[in-house]
């Protein structure tokens, strides 16, 4: 299995600001991806982070929102931009392994 | 588009008894499935994975089945303990590997 840590755990923003998530994976993987999980709802995937291009974002999300990072096969960064407090939400890193699909342990962001 | 439901938002159960957690699934094409458990502050743990040429399997004190005529998929948890407690979301696979489609989550809680 693949061991994904994220920085920062958790955070409290200010509206307005950007605040840049870090996923580091202890292997090299091939698949990245990024999902958001609002307050006391299921998972939804943002974006596939590609390595050496641009990501791609699935219906709804913009890569102006939500530029995102892959200069390696084992780290990525999401960045929330411009936050609102609907940004608040967990946002978590998922990687392809050689089995099956897993996960970090989520960024917490509180946007007030 | 593509849904994956469950039927039941929140299950309690008494420790000892067997747990029952069902999905429906949309996509008829979809040939890979996986079971998460996701506790509170964590993120999503993976349980047990299914792929479509099957119908059964198990895993420890878990067993997932897969029902295509339907488009369901159950997770059974077999003398459930305190340490179950927690949201287990099913997660839709389709046929692009690594980009899961979750459903809305079970809330099981487990009385001593």
């Known amino acids: 299995s693949a061991v994904i840590s994220q920085k920062p755990s958790r955070d409290i923003c200010q509206r307005g600001t950007s605040l840049t998530i870090q996923c580091q994976v202890d292997s090299q993987v091939t698949m990245m991806f990024w999902y958001r999980q609002q307050p006391g709802q299921s998972l939804t995937l943002i974006a596939t982070?590609?390595?050496?291009?641009?990501?791609?974002?699935e219906s709804g999300f913009v890569i102006d929102k939500f530029p995102i990072s892959r200069p390696n096969l084992t780290f990525s960064t999401l960045t929330v931009s411009n936050m609102s407090p609907e940004d608040s939400s967990i946002y978590l890193c998922s990687v392809k392994g050689t089995d099956t699909q897993y996960f970090g342990p989520g960024t917490r962001l509180t946007v007030l | 588009g593509e849904s994956v439901g469950l039927h039941l938002p929140t299950l309690s159960v008494q420790e000892g008894d067997n747990s029952i957690i069902n999905c429906a699934y949309s996509?008829?094409?979809?040939?890979?499935f996986i079971w998460y458990k996701q506790e509170s502050g964590k993120g999503p743990q993976f349980i047990i994975d299914i792929r479509s040429n099957m119908d059964k399997r198990q895993g420890q004190r878990v067993t997932v089945l897969l029902n295509k005529t339907v488009k369901h998929l159950s997770l059974q948890i077999a003398a459930t303990q305190p340490g179950d407690s927690a949201v287990y979301f099913c997660a839709d696979g389709g046929t692009s590997y690594g980009k899961l489609t979750f459903g809305q989550g079970t809330i099981l809680t487990v009385h001593p």
């Open positions: 996509n008829s094409a979809s040939d890979y």
């Open positions: 982070a590609n390595q050496g291009s641009e990501a791609t974002y």
